[in-house]
Structure formats: structure tokens, C-alpha cells
């Protein structure tokens, strides 16, 4: 018997979907803002003369670019408490974002530190700037117009991966899929739709993205 599709069967949770794409914004700007300022500390941390710290960061580093996120969901929700420390699955969400996103944006952002040319930051130094005013006014804004693109590649990527924090009963939008499918049986109809909100909140968030690089770097040319 040919299936008969029913879009209908969705409407009456439609505050489900809405109520997991809220949740998706939000641990994707949290995790997008804090996970890429300790990707500039980490940057920073790898790309000085400071040995101890620089290989404590790229531990940390390899560590999380070589695990799956799901594990490192799972050892902050499950294994934390063990410990105890004990967190709510949004704020075990939002913590395994951060830590992930934090990782891999220290890389990205230090090949951006590694592409400045040395003659910037010795006629910095000629001017008696000290390392943290050469880092804020000479380094990090060209460094991340070099790597911007990626970085906001490397976002999106975070933002899709949230659909794993459904495995903790994390309110996002996967879990709202499964809960809606669950009860109505409507799986091709919920995913399909589902399908649909991921690309357009990816599209968005690369479109914000553009706007904000935009707005970062064009203001920086013309101070």
C-alpha cells in the first residue's frame, strides 16, 4: 500500500519544533561566543614563548579534536557528577559546546596568528608596545579576518552537532523530532520538516556571520 504523506499530523506540536529551535539558538550563541573567546586565549596561549602553557593547551587540544562529541557530552553529563559536580542538561550542553568549539577554533585562530607578518609586530615592538597591547591592536582582528571563514564554518558545524545533546534529554530541536515522531508515528513527515529548520538556521547563521565579520573588519579599516 503506497504511504500517504500527512504534514497535518505536525501542526498541533508545532511549539515543540518552536521551542527547540529557541533552545538550538541559544546553545549555539553561547557556545559561539564563549567557545571562540577561549579559542583566542588558546591561540594566543599556543603561539607564545611560553612552553609549559602552550603544551598544556595543545593537549587539551588534541584531546577534544580527537574524541567524538558525544563521549565528551556524555563524561560532562554522566561522569561529572561522580565528582560531584552536577549539571542541568542545558548547562552540560552548553559547557560540551564550549569545551568542543574551544579546541578547534585555538587551531583555526592560530594559523590567522602564525600568517602576520613578523614586520607588523617588530614595528609594533618598536613602538615600546608590550606583548597584550601588540595581541589586541596589531594581531587579533587581522588574524581573524584571515581564518573567518572557517571559524564560521567551524560554528555551524557546532550548531548541526547540537542535535546530539538530544542524547541527555537536552530540549533542542532533535529532541523535539523525536518526541513529536514518537508519538504521531510520523517519521519522514517530522524529519523532513526537521531537515528543513537545521538548513535554514545553517543559512542564517552564516548569512549573521557574514554580516558580523563584515562589520568587524570594515569598521577596522576605516579607524
Known sequence: ????????????????????????????????????????????ARASRAPVISQ?????????????????LFFIFFGLPALGVKLTE????????IVNLGAYSTEIIRAGILAIPQGQIEAAQSLAMNRVQIFRYVVILPALKKIWPALSSQIVI????????????????TFGANYIQALNFRA????????????????????????LGNFLFERRRHV
Open 188 to 211: 519522514f513527515e517530522v524529519y523532513f520538516v526537521v531537515t528543513g529548520l537545521y538548513l535554514v538556521m545553517s543559512i542564517l547563521l552564516r548569512m549573521g556571520l557574514k554580516v
Open 1 to 44: 500500500m503506497a504511504y500517504k504523506f500527512d504534514f497535518g499530523a505536525i501542526v498541533p506540536h508545532w511549539q515543540l519544533l518552536f521551542d527547540g529551535v529557541i533552545l538550538t539558538t541559544e546553545l549555539t550563541v553561547i557556545g559561539a561566543v564563549v567557545g571562540v573567546g577561549l579559542g583566542i586565549m588558546g591561540a594566543w
Open 90 to 97: 542545558f548547562q552540560a550542553a552548553v559547557l560540551a559546546m
Open 56 to 72: 598544556i593547551v595543545g593537549v587539551y587540544v588534541e584531546l577534544i579534536r580527537n574524541t567524538p562529541f558525544l563521549v565528551q
Open 158 to 173: 557546532v550548531m548541526l552537532g547540537s542535535s546530539v545533546c538530544s542524547q541527555i534529554a537536552a530540549e533542542e530541536l
